[in-house]
């Protein structure tokens, strides 16, 4: 049930190191990329000393190991969020996942390429169709939709975010003209959980697609797709222990099949001639190129060390964090915390300002201390005017951490207000 | 304490009263910039004589090493040439941007040595350079709008 | 100027295993993806223990390291290609890197996406226009022009190939009407080297743009892109001895300056609200999300690597690999060579096909001996279609290659004839 | 060697002498078939007598395996009911896909039972498959356009 985090953070080469001086390192920034223990690298590494080949591609040994080892991580990545492995496309990162499908979405709408797709249909957009979002939305899951309107003439329509840093339900812009709704699971900044069954309803409810950004909610608690009853959903290896420049776009079996392609290229392809191509199907049709594929092993080794420990133990270890968190930020003066200050529909991700001082100068005086946070948007920036702050700092925490940890957040905060003077 | 080294008392001075705070009418340029990393802003209005920086006024809403960049700017550069000033900017921003390896001059920087220590920190450079950035701009476009007038 | 190849096949960890047991592993099959030296695993593995962090966002120690690791990454890939550091956009892969300029004239033509990049203009294109290609592309540069074709209502044109492998340039369909001239460096199945300057002037003089598929030759010469005078390149870390799931889109300065966003998201913004979005500068507009990191890095170590040995001895030891295996295959009855004979403005891929014995049944034969070649289009369907076969067999090379692993090639190639009774 | 495992030789026999190859008419439903990795590609066409299959052709342009598996489907469908002829595809898929450890029923698969072997090399399944997949689509073509007969 509980974790042994001192026999975890011995897997974790990187935070041995000291930083300023001779500080041990205090990483409270797994929120932006977590780091990878010791099983996540010799899993990559060993595949690449072995199996390492092109897949899909290839005829000899190599190809065919180097296949499996792909299509295994496929496999178990697919089984820990509770999908099919038909339905996981490998993509670099999370924000590549939702160009993707906002691409798609133009591109079906752009007549001939849906041909060959039966439903396609269900993705064409006009001018005049709405696309809902939320005000807490990372940049990364705003900004494609808003390129998305300027392409089609569709509007962009938001959920406002209310004082408590909750979504405000009865701002709802959802009508039948909805094509989708997409929102984060979990908000980075604020560290509130969405409800997304309700979410899902309204959407449901007028025929609209749903996709969720799980950035921040499957690398942190148990999470099910298929139960959550989404069309989409998008997540990033980097935040949950495994390697940058791999991320999953997760899509209901029958969408994918009638979704258009975005990149394309070579492996995705079921027949070229130079007057035109038809597909393959999914997950290969938006898989174009050569694929990540040591990058994929090594995201694979992070599900199987999380699911491990697993994720339920995960995430109360990173809210028993976030409870002291808010208690001892909180019992400073001037400091205050955006965003639920109870850890009920919430994960570890604690954003505050202090009162007098700016965020980049709390963040020096932790920095100096070894405590590294994050200062700044945090790629939410409409959520920062929304609060009235150009910038916060935000602490956020993983598997690894330690209360000891969260001590010295707290101190350093209280130190940055002497150091300025404001105490 | 390595802290001490990016803010030297004279940063923290300038930030606690800050030198040229506030807008002030009427100017002849104003440049409106931001930082995409942190959502600072900074407003700045340059006067110009002739060819004198006659005076510098801004609102800065950033931390406090863009606040007291954006004060010693003001003092270093009004009263002195256009040219001048735009040498003292190059001067700020070699220092700035050199990594903690450039031995800044006194003469030309004045209080505007103290940011040396900002220089070993490269997230805060633009922090440093946030009102220099403004400053330049303002004297680009009121520069403009002179050979607009010129040409009209 | 000779290069010692025992020492630097140590430097492969891969190449000391063995297959199809006990065989000892020959590997010629660099073409689709090449292998890592320890050297370009140890920066990957010592970046990823010592400073990960995401880079470009945060204010602690471990994110200016991570930060300066990754600009460093850049400036040494691009003086590599004789680039400026800010011409280099990160992207997956090469496949990506043609995506993103396929989608960037869509995205300039579909009308304000283009405001506020001063000279985005240069970028629209509209019905009519028409995009030169050859026929001997690899799918990554032939299907995004198809499907850019269906988005905008251009057209598709392309130069024929001779029998000899060559391009015929007698079939040049340039037109004013042309926007954009894209094409490989080198072909991947025939090794042919095509005429960049030629078709610079020929592209130049219409006022079209060039895009070089340089994945077959900045990992095997000496490439100056801008000597070349090329306006776009991409390029592929996974054939360079580098990671999978990073590669390089070079873009001449002035134009990336003026090209609208590809995938949006945090990262690559000025200015975010609701309402809309401006954008950073290049190379950032062009790399949203967090990034391939540590393959960066990883790359950059592969570039060190091929530097240290020298692009011209690495071309000269794979050239003389090439006559061996040319000289070698012709001497056997019914094998034919696909492409130039001679190793003049030629590189390292060898495709042939074997009279009686298919490309496949070659392919086994040889895998069973431990030689990895590939079999099939390798992603260049309508080039295989103008020579009249489904499928060859392409031995590839790179610099750890032998003279003795082209005689494995020769040897396993009779047997094959042997094996199936055509000799 | 383990070369003899995959080509045995009854694959080897049929693959120089396939039955069922050359297209022939008439037939009730035609079938392309291509494997997107090596641009192999079959034609197959069947003619079904009632509820039996009456005859199978094909022409296939691929490796000595997918040959060979043309012409063993061949032997083992023709004169079977439409019921019996997917149970032994269905027997053959598994098998074929089984990597090596499904143990084949010689009574139901005949000659096929020889591409076991195939199993045991991912990249040749396909190929192996190839006329099987052919062979299920214009079955299910014919019978498509029987059903469209008689509700006409
Ligand atoms: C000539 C050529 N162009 C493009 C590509 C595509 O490269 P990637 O799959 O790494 O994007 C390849 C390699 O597969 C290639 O050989
Ligand atoms: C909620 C949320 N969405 C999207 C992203 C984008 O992820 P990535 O940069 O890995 O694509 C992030 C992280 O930066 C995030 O926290």
């Known amino acids: 049930m509980s974790l042994d985090v001192t026999k975890i953070r011995g897997d974790f080469p990187i935070l041995a190191r000291t930083v300023r001086g001779g500080r041990p390192l205090v990483y409270l920034d797994s929120g932006a990329t977590a780091q990878r223990p010791r099983q996540v690298l010799d899993a990559e590494r060993s595949f690449l000393e072995q199996h390492n080949a092109a897949v899909h591609r290839g005829a000899h040994q190599l190809a065919e190991e180097a296949t499996d080892a792909y299509e295994s991580a496929r496999a178990r990545i697919a089984a820990f969020v509770g999908a099919d492995p038909g339905e996981v496309v490998f993509t670099k990162n999370a924000t590549e996942g939702i160009n993707l ?8 709408s752009s007549g001939c390429n849906a041909a060959g797709f039966p439903g396609a249909e269900r993705f064409e957009i006009a001018a005049g169709d709405e696309i809902v979002v939320t005000g807490l939305e ?11 309107c ?4 569709a509007v962009l329509k938001w959920f406002e975010v209310g004082e408590d840093g909750r979504l405000d339900l009865d701002s709802d812009p959802i009508t039948p003209r909805t094509k989708i709704v997409a929102f984060a699971h979990q908000s980075n900044v604020l560290g509130t959980v969405l409800p997304v069954e ?9 025929g609209a697609l749903v996709l969720l950004d799980a950035c921040q909610s499957v690398p942190h608690m148990p999470v099910n797709l298929t139960e959550l009853g989404v069309d989409f959903a998008v997540f990033s290896g ?12 997760y899509g209901r079996a029958e969408l994918l099949a009638a979704m258009p392609p975005f990149l394309t290229g070579g492996s995705m392809i079921e027949m070229v001639r130079m007057e035109g191509s038809t597909y393959a199907p999914p997950p290969q049709r938006f898989e174009a190129g050569v694929p990540m594929t040591s990058q994929a092993v090594g995201l694979a080794a992070a599900v199987d060390y999380l699911g491990e420990i697993g ?4 995430h109360a270890h990173e809210l028993e964090l976030t409870a002291l968190a808010i208690e001892g930020l909180s019992a400073i003066p001037g400091v205050r915390i955006l965003g639920p200050t109870t850890t009920e529909d919430r994960g570890g991700a604690v954003a505050f300002v202090v009162d007098g001082v700016h965020a980049h100068d709390v963040g020096q005086v932790l920095d100096d201390r070894g405590v590294a946070i994050r200062v700044g948007h945090h790629c939410a920036w409409p959520l920062h005017r929304r609060f009235g702050v150009a910038a916060t700092v935000r602490a956020s925490f993983h598997v690894y951490n330690t209360p000891d940890e969260v001590t010295a957040l707290v101190q350093g905060v209280q130190a940055a207000r002497e150091f300025f003077g404001v105490s | 304490m390595q802290l001490e080294q990016m803010y030297q008392e004279i940063i923290l001075d300038h930030y606690r009263t800050p030198h040229g705070a506030g807008l002030r009418e009427p100017y002849d340029a104003e440049s409106m910039q931001i930082n995409p990393t942190c959502g600072d802003e900074i407003t700045l209005r340059v006067k110009l004589d002739g060819d004198t920086v006659a005076e510098v006024s801004h609102e800065t809403l950033g931390c406090s090493i863009s606040q007291a960049s954006a004060s010693v700017l003001t003092d270093l550069v009004v009263g002195r040439s256009v040219e001048d000033s735009l040498r003292i900017l190059g001067a700020f921003q070699e220092m700035a ?8 001059d006194e003469d030309v920087l004045g209080d505007g040595v103290a940011f040396a220590g900002v220089a070993k920190y490269p997230a805060r450079v633009k922090c440093a350079l946030l009102g220099w950035m403004a400053f330049k701009d303002a004297v680009i476009r009121s520069e403009r709008s002179d050979s607009q007038e010129a040409t009209a």
């Open chain 1, 238 to 249: 980097h935040k949950m222990l495994g390697p940058s420049g791999v991320g999953v776009l």
């Open chain 1, 311 to 314: 994720m339920d133990v995960v």
């Open chain 1, 138 to 148: 990372h940049h990364a899951n705003l900004v494609p939709w808003q390129e998305l």
């Open chain 1, 150 to 153: 300027r392409r089609t003439g």
């Open chain 1, 101 to 108: 499908v906002a691409y798609a979405l133009s591109n079906a």
């Open chain 2, 97 to 104: 941007q050199g990594r903690g390896k450039v031995e800044p």
């Open chain 1, 198 to 206: 309700e979410l899902v309803r309204r959407a449901r409810a007028v």
